[in-house]
C-alpha cells in the first residue's frame, strides 16, 4: 500500500494506494511539499511552469508512522507533516508547533471527468494571490476565480473573471497560524471557488491533481519559496524603473518627437515612450510603416540623445501574406498552429487573416526572438507584447473587429515529445511568447538587460517580463482597484506590474488623472497609457495645476529610484514583491487583512493614496509601532486611525521609524547624471536597509560588479546613531556627497551632516 520510491522527476517519494488513487507526495524541501493524485499512472512530463524538477531540491529524510486511522509522513529537523487518511485519500499538513492547515474537506479526485480538491478554509483564514483579478477587495473570500488566459469583453469592471493572466497561486493568513501558500501546478482550464464557507474548492477539467504547498510561516518566506519554486524575476535595466509614456498610438514619428519634446520642456521625468501597433506596415510584426516612420533609426537615436528609449509593442498574430517574409518563413518551417485536421489555422486581429506561432516549441520561440532583430538594430530597448491570451476576433478589422475569441482547443501544439492539445497549452501562449522575446532580446544584445512588457501569461511569468494588467478605463473604480490588484500580483509571485495610468479607455477627468499619477508612482511598472479614441492623456491635458501635481510625483518618484533600484534587486534576488499589502509586513495583525487602499512600498514607506472623487481628507490606518509624515516629518504612534488631509496635490506617505532612505537628486531620465547627492532621509528608531548599486544596465553584476552600503539606524540613550557602509563589493559609484538628514525632531526642522563618500565606515550621532 505505501511504496518509496523515485518521483517520475527523479526524487525519493513517497507513493499510496488511496480509494480515488494513487497518491505521490514528495518533500522537496522539509517545508515544500508535492502532492500528486493520478486516476492512472502519473505524467512523466515536466511541469510547464516549475523550472527546477523534484530532485533539484534539497529534499529531506521522512519518518512514516502509521496507526489504524492515519498515515503520518513527517518530514525531518521540524519540517512538515504530512497525515493522510488511507481510508478516504484526504489529506492535512501540521507543523513542527502541531499545527494543522491546509487539510483536505473532501477526498480529492483525478479521474477522466477532471480534478478536483476541496480543502477547508480556518477561522479567520484570508486568501490573497490568485493572480489578476478585479474588484477592489484585496481578500478573495467569497470569489469564484477563474484560470484561462482571455481578452475580457468587459475589460475590468467588478466581477469580470477570467482576466488576461492565469496565475493558479495563492496564499492563505491567518492570525496566530502559518501562512502557507499554494501552486496549482494545472495548466488546463482550471478555477479556485471560495464562495462556500469554510471551504476552498479548485477543480480543473483534466490532467493531474497536482499541488506544491510551500509553508511561510510567515507571509515573507512564502513568497521567497514561491520564486524558489516558479522563479526569480531577472534584474531588469534601471531605465525600465523610470516613467513610461504611451498612447495607441504615437503617430507619425513627427509625434512621438513632440511628446518627447513636450515632457523635457515642462520636466517632466521620462524614460521611455511606447510604439503601439500604428508604426507598423498594416499590422505587419517586425515591419515598419515606411511613410509614417521613415527613418526609425534616426528617430531612436534622436530620442536617445534625449535620455529616452522606445518600447515598441508586437502581437503574436502574423499577417497570411504570401508577400510578407515572416509568413514565408513561419510558414515553410511549419511554426505556425494547426488544427486537429492539420491545416495552419487562421483567426481575424489587427491585419485581418492572421496565423499564429506555437510558442509551445523551443524553435519557434528561437525564430521569433531572432525576428526582434529588425527592431533592436532599429534601436528599439524594449519591446510590449500584446494579444497574447491568444484573442482573436470574429470579424475583420475593417468590419469591426471585436475579440471574441481564442484558439480552438483541439489545435495539436507542443515540442513532438510532448504533443498536446491547445486545450493544455492555452494558458501558456503568453508566457511562451514572453520567453520567445525575452531570450531573443537576450541573444541579440546579450550586454544589456532585456525589458519586456506582456499582457497575458500564466504563473513563472516574472522569469521574462513585466506585466500589465491589461484595458482599464478611466473610472474611479479602477484606480481604487488597481492597489488591491497589483498587490495581489505581487503575492502570487510577479513584482515587475502596472496598470495604464489614467485608465485606457473612456477620458480621464483632471481630478481622476491627478490622484492616478499619485497613486501610479507607487506601481514597480509606471507607465501612462491610453486608447485611441479617448482624449489626449498626457500630464499636461489636464490643466497646469494637474501638470504640477504630475510633475510633483514623478519627481517623487525619481528621487526615490536608489530605494526602488534596491527593492527590484530584492525582488530578484528573493521574490519579495516590491509593492505589497500591510499584511505582509502585518500578518498578526487583522486590521489588515482587508486594508485595500493602503499599500507599503517595500518595507519602510506606506502610502494611502485617494482613490475616491471629491475626497479631501482620508483615514489611515497606522499599524503598530513608530511612523513618520514623509511630507512634515511629524511622529506619529500606531497601532491608530488617523484622518489624514489630502488635498489634490496631496498623497498621504508615512515611513516606518528606523528607515534610512536613499534618495537621489532630480533626474530627467534615470540616467542623466550620478547620484549626486546622494540623501539618506533618516526617521528616528532602529532599523537597516542594505542599499544596492551597480551600473543599471549589463550583467556584471552577475560577476561581482556591485556594491552595498549597509545604512543603519538605532536610537542609544537620547541619540540617533546612523552607520553608513562600509561599501561593499567591486563597482564604483561616481564620486559624490552624502547627505544624511535626520527627520522628526518635534517641530524641528530635520538636522543635515554632508561629507565626501569615500566608501569608508562613518557613524554618525544626533541628539533628539
Ligand atoms: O485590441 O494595440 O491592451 O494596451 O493599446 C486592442 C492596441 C489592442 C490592447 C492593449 C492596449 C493597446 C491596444 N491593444
Known amino acids: 500500500m505505501i511504496t518509496q520510491k523515485l518521483s517520475p522527476d527523479g526524487a525519493p517519494a513517497i507513493y499510496v494506494d488511496t480509494p480515488p488513487g494513487q497518491l505521490c507526495l514528495t518533500f522537496l524541501q522539509p517545508d515544500i511539499v508535492r502532492v500528486r493524485l493520478a486516476g492512472g499512472n502519473f505524467s512523466p512530463r515536466r511541469s510547464w511552469a516549475v523550472p527546477p524538477p523534484d530532485h533539484a531540491f534539497s529534499g529531506t529524510d521522512w519518518e512514516v508512522f502509521s496507526d489504524p486511522s492515519t498515515l503520518r509522513v513527517a518530514a525531518a529537523s521540524g519540517g512538515l507533516t504530512a497525515n493522510l487518511d488511507p481510508a478516504t485519500g484526504r489529506l492535512s499538513f501540521t507543523d513542527g508547533q502541531k499545527r494543522n492547515f491546509c487539510s483536505d474537506a473532501e477526498p480529492p479526485k483525478a479521474d477522466s471527468s477532471g480534478v478536483q480538491c476541496v480543502k477547508e478554509v480556518a477561522d479567520s483564514e484570508h486568501f490573497y494571490g490568485f493572480g489578476e483579478r478585479t474588484g477592489i477587495q484585496l481578500e478573495r473570500s467569497g470569489r469564484w476565480m477563474h484560470n484561462w488566459t482571455t481578452d475580457p469583453a468587459q475589460m475590468h469592471s467588478t466581477g469580470v473573471d477570467p482576466m488576461y493572466k492565469a496565475i493558479p497561486v495563492y496564499l492563505a493568513v491567518r492570525p496566530g497560524g502559518p501562512a502557507y501558500g499554494l501552486y496549482f501546478n494545472n495548466t488546463w482550464r482550471s478555477s479556485f471557488d471560495l464562495r462556500m464557507p469554510g471551504q476552498l474548492m479548485y477543480l480543473a477539467e483534466a490532467g493531474e491533481l497536482d499541488y506544491y504547498l510551500v509553508y511561510g510561516p510567515t507571509p515573507s518566506e ?80 534622436d530620442l536617445r540623445a534625449q535620455g529616452f528609449r522606445l518600447v515598441s509593442i508586437i502581437d503574436p498574430g502574423v499577417k497570411s501574406d504570401p508577400d510578407y517574409a515572416v509568413y514565408r518563413s513561419g510558414l515553410e518551417q511549419d511554426y505556425f498552429i494547426r488544427d486537429a485536421s492539420r491545416q495552419v489555422v487562421h483567426r481575424y486581429v489587427w ?348 550583467f556584471a553584476y552577475q560577476d561581482g560588479e556591485f556594491t552595498v552600503t549597509q545604512l543603519a539606524v538605532s536610537l542609544e540613550g537620547g541619540r540617533l546613531v546612523v552607520s553608513v557602509g562600509p561599501r561593499q563589493g567591486r563597482y564604483q559609484p561616481d564620486p559624490r556627497r552624502i547627505i544624511v538628514r535626520v527627520h522628526g525632531g518635534g517641530s524641528q526642522p530635520p538636522v543635515e551632516e554632508t561629507f565626501e563618500d569615500t566608501g569608508a565606515f562613518r557613524r554618525l550621532y544626533f541628539d533628539l
Open 222 to 301: 512564502v513568497t521567497e519559496k514561491f520564486a524558489a519554486l516558479l522563479g526569480h524575476m531577472p534584474l531588469p535595466p534601471r531605465w525600465s524603473l523610470g516613467y513610461h509614456q504611451s498612447r495607441w498610438s504615437y503617430t507619425p514619428d513627427q509625434e512621438v518627437r513632440r511628446i518627447a519634446a513636450e515632457l523635457r520642456r515642462r520636466k517632466l521625468p521620462c524614460d521611455v515612450l511606447h510604439l503601439d501597433i500604428d508604426y507598423m506596415d498594416g499590422y505587419r510584426v517586425f515591419t515598419w510603416d515606411k511613410e509614417r516612420f521613415p527613418n526609425p533609426a534616426r528617430l531612436a537615436a
Open 351 to 698: 491585419p485581418d487573416d492572421s496565423v499564429f506561432p506555437d510558442f509551445s516549441r523551443p524553435e519557434v520561440r528561437a525564430w521569433w526572438g531572432e525576428l526582434q532583430r529588425t527592431l533592436t538594430d532599429t534601436g528599439i530597448a524594449g519591446i510590449w507584447n500584446d494579444m497574447n491570451e491568444p484573442v482573436v476576433f470574429s470579424l475583420p478589422f475593417s468590419q469591426g473587429g471585436g475579440s471574441v475569441g481564442s484558439l480552438p482547443v483541439d489545435c495539436p501544439q507542443g515540442p513532438p515529445d510532448e504533443r498536446t492539445t491547445h486545450a493544455e497549452v492555452h494558458n501558456l501562449y503568453g508566457s511562451g511568447m514572453a520567453q520567445a522575446s525575452y531570450e531573443g532580446l537576450l541573444k541579440l544584445r546579450p550586454e544589456d538587460r532585456p525589458f519586456n512588457l506582456c499582457r497575458s501569461g500564466f504563473a513563472g511569468i516574472q522569469r521574462w517580463t513585466a506585466s500589465w494588467m491589461g484595458d482599464n478605463a478611466s473610472s474611479w473604480e479602477h484606480l481604487e482597484m488597481s492597489l488591491p490588484q497589483l498587490m495581489n500580483m505581487g503575492l502570487s509571485g510577479t513584482p515587475f506590474v502596472g496598470v495604464d495610468i489614467g485608465g485606457f479607455t473612456d477620458h480621464a477627468t483632471p481630478e481622476l488623472f491627478a490622484r492616478w499619477i499619485e497613486a501610479g508612482i507607487l506601481y514597480p511598472f509606471c507607465r501612462g497609457h491610453s486608447a485611441i479614441g479617448t482624449i489626449q492623456q498626457q500630464p499636461w491635458d489636464f490643466g497646469e495645476q494637474v501638470e504640477a501635481i504630475a510633475r510633483k510625483y514623478l519627481e517623487l518618484r525619481y528621487r526615490l529610484l536608489p530605494y526602488l533600484y534596491t527593492l527590484f534587486y530584492q525582488a530578484h534576488t528573493t521574490g519579495q514583491p516590491i509593492l505589497r499589502p500591510l499584511l505582509y509586513h502585518f500578518p498578526d495583525d487583522p486590521a489588515v487583512f482587508h486594508l485595500h487602499d493602503q499599500a507599503m512600498l517595500g518595507p519602510s514607506l506606506m502610502a494611502a493614496p485617494i482613490v475616491q472623487p471629491g475626497r479631501h481628507a482620508r483615514s489611515v490606518y497606522l499599524p503598530a509601532g513608530v511612523w513618520y509624515d514623509y511630507w512634515t516629518s511629524e511622529r506619529l504612534e500606531g497601532a491608530s486611525t488617523i484622518l489624514a488631509p489630502a488635498p489634490l496635490d496631496h498623497l498621504p506617505l508615512y515611513v516606518r521609524a528606523g528607515a534610512a532612505l536613499p534618495l537621489g537628486p532630480l533626474m530627467a531620465y534615470t540616467d542623466e547624471k550620478p547620484l549626486d547627492p546622494l540623501t539618506l532621509e533618516v526617521y528616528p528608531g532602529n532599523g537597516q536597509f542594505d542599499f544596492y548599486e551597480d551600473d543599471g544596465h549589463s
